[in-house]
């Protein structure tokens, strides 16, 4: 939804952070593989999965220290949106996301701000989606 924000340095980044993200449970699931193409689409970028072969925290450090406060907040964001994409949020994933916030220096709350309006989100275009099927 925001990734268009990214700046261009940015993007393979996350997309780096998708895939340990995506692997967080040890299931990388066909949705998960899904909204990365999708995002790839949305950045303008071509689609693949990127080797994600270095430590997650040099890649942490990396956009801690070039990503601004929205960036972070839209990378918190989509990623939490790919996690909850396949209806589960396990709490290994949940981890995961602590330790992305924490990691890229996140302000304190906005993760579970996030997930707060992410199931108001998918609340709402259930409710749009059945309403255009009626």
């Not at 780096?16 to 899904?34: D, P």
């Not at 924490?102 to 304190?108: A, M, R």
């Not at 906005?110 to 609340?123: A, G, P, Q, W």
């Amino acid at each position: 939804m925001f990734l268009s924000y990214l700046q261009n340095e940015n993007k393979q980044s996350f997309l780096k952070l998708c895939v340990y993200a995506a692997l967080s449970n040890g299931v990388f699931a066909k949705e998960e593989k899904e909204m990365i193409s999708t995002y790839c689409r949305e950045m303008n970028i071509p689609e693949n999965v990127p080797d994600a072969s270095e430590p997650i925290e040099s890649l942490l450090e990396e956009i801690s220290k070039s990503a601004n406060e929205a960036e972070k907040n839209i990378i918190v964001l989509e990623i939490l949106g790919l996690l909850k994409s396949d209806g589960v949020y396990d709490e290994k994933e949940k981890v995961f996301m602590e330790k992305l916030v924490q990691g890229i220096g996140v302000k304190e709350g906005i993760l579970s701000k996030i997930n707060s309006l992410l199931d108001i989100y998918e609340v709402v275009c259930r409710g749009l989606h059945s309403t255009i099927a009626e």
